[in-house]
């Protein structure tokens, strides 16, 4: 790998993002720059990332949600976020495909990182989003998802699990592609009004 102490983006991580995400060559080292601006060190601690993803919801609570936003992302486990996993979850996040968003999301509610989801895991996820919404939007909500357990169980009932049963990634992804509903409780995005 590159040194992190390094001016410009090293070759090999560059030629891996352009292979893995949208961006270009341009885009990739203009991030990397502002990357190295922001992180000195190379890395994101959790504090920081929570602190960028506060900025995209600033009438609400994003702490919780980026969190584990966090955790999906910090693919090998140490703690931080490097350059080159900071830009899949840009890209992942922003641009991706629809069955790689659905992966990302299969790993943001797989909480304990079994390759499983529980009902409990989702119900866990489902009150980090509900956190996202402002208050005022929370009360225009329809009556079965006006709160972050009824946002689960309602979920959850897409699965055709019950309970105690568990999710495995296929049977997410499909449950997910295959109703707008549940597609939409998995999200939050803020209206551009």
């Known amino acids: 790998m590159g040194n992190n102490k390094s001016s410009a983006v090293s070759k090999e991580i560059l030629e891996d993002l352009k292979l893995s995400t949208k961006f270009s060559e341009t885009e990739i080292t203009q991030w990397y720059e502002n990357f190295q601006k922001s992180c000195p060190s190379g890395r994101i601690t959790p504090a920081e990332f929570e602190s960028i993803y506060s900025r995209f919801f600033p009438d609400s609570d994003a702490q919780t949600y980026a969190q584990h936003v966090f955790r999906s992302f910090d693919t090998n486990d140490d703690g931080t976020l490097d350059f080159k996993e900071y830009i899949i979850a840009l890209h992942l996040t922003s641009t991706g495909k629809t069955i790689r968003k659905l992966e990302w999301a299969f790993s943001l509610f797989d909480v304990d990182k079994n390759g499983y989801i529980t ?27 006006n709160t ?43 209206s551009a009004k």
């Open 148 to 190: 972050p357990q009824k946002r689960a169980d309602k979920l959850w009932k897409f699965f055709d699990k019950k309970d105690n049963e568990r999710v495995a990634e296929g049977e997410f992804i499909k449950g997910v592609m295959e109703n707008e509903d549940a597609l939409r409780l998995i999200q939050y995005e803020p």
């Open 119 to 145: 009902k409990s895991e989702v119900a866990e996820i489902c009150s980090a989003i509900f956190k996202l919404i402002p208050k005022d939007k929370q009360a225009e909500l329809p009556n079965d998802e």
